[in-house]
C-alpha cells in the first residue's frame, strides 16, 4: 500500500504538480490574468491558491451545483472568481469576508474588471464578526482566512446551521507547511516564516481535532496542496447519541451525496500532494520560468487582454498557499 504522500524532493514535487497542471483542465484567461497581476503585485502573493487548486474549486462548485458560495479570506479574488466562473448556471452567490484593505481594494478591482458585482460581494471586517451576522444556508463554505481564526469559523458555521444539508466546508492550509504535524517535518521551512507557521500549526492541531470530535459532522484531511480539510453535514439519523466520538459513515443520501463531492476532490487534487512541499523561500508567489514586472492596479489590461506570457512560455504552476 502507497503511503498517502509520495516521498517527492522538492525538486520532483515542482515537476509533478506542473505536470498535474499541464494534464488538468485549464484556468479561464480571466483567473489567468488575475493570478498573474497578483504575482506582480503583491510580496506576499504566495497566499492566492494556485493555479491547480483554481481548477479543483471550479470543480467541485460545479459538481456540487452551488447556489451559494461562503468564502473567508479573499486576498485578491483569484478563488473568488473560481466560484463565480464554476457557478453560472446556478448563478449563485458567492460571499467573501477580507479584513486588509488593501486586498479588499484588490478584490474589488478584480470584481469591478471581470463585472462579478452581481453576484460577488465582499463583506469588509474581521471574518468572526462579519460570519456572526450572516443567515440562510451555503453549499460550499471555503475557510483560507486567519490559521488561528479556523476553529471559531467553523463553529459558527454550525452554531448558526450556515451548511447546507449537502454542502461541505473546505479549509485550506491545514498542515500549516508541516507545522501541525511536527515541528520537525520540514526542515526546509525557512527560517524567516518558521515561527509564523508554528504558531498555525499549534492552531491547527487544535482544529483539525476540533472538527474529527464534532459531533455535527463527518471530515477527510486530504494530503493534497497544503493540507486541505473537507467536512460535511451529518444528517440527524447519523449523529451519534451524546456527542463527539466515532461517527458512523454512510447510508444517508444526503452524506452519501457530500461524500461523492469529497471523491471528486480527491481524484482531483491527488496529483497535486506535491504541493504541500515546503516553499523554498520566503512567502513570494513563484511565478517560475519568466521574470515579469510588478504591474500597479491601473495597469491592468481590459477584460480579456491576455496575460503577458512570453510566447511559448507560461509561468510555472507551483502552489501559493
Ligand atoms: C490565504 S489568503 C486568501 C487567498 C484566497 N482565498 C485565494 O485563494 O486566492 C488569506 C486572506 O485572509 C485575510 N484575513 C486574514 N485574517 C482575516 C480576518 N480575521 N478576517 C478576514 N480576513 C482575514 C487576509 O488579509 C488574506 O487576504
Redesign the pocket.
Known sequence: MLTSVLPFTPEMAATVTQYCTEHSTDVSPEMKEVWDWTCGEFEDAD???SPLQGTTMKFLASWAGAKRVL??????G??ALAWYEATKQTQAEIIT????PK?IAATRTTIAKYNLGDRLTVIEG??QQSVEKLTGMFDIIFV???KD?YLGYVKAVLDQKLLSPKGLIMCDNVFARGMTISTESNPQLPDKVRPYWTECGKALQKFNTYVKNDPRIDVVLLPVYDGVNISFKLAAAERPPGGAGRKPVGGHAEGADARRHVAAAVVAGFGASAEMQPAREPPRCRVGVYARAPRRVDQLGAPGTPPPSPPGMRPAMTGC?
Do not use: H, I
Not at 469576508?97 to 486588509?100: M, R, V
Open positions: 497566499k492566492m491558491s468564502e473567508f479570506g479573499a486576498y485578491s483569484y478563488s469576508l477580507e479584513l486588509d486586498m474581521p471574518a483560507d482566512a486567519n481564526g498557499a
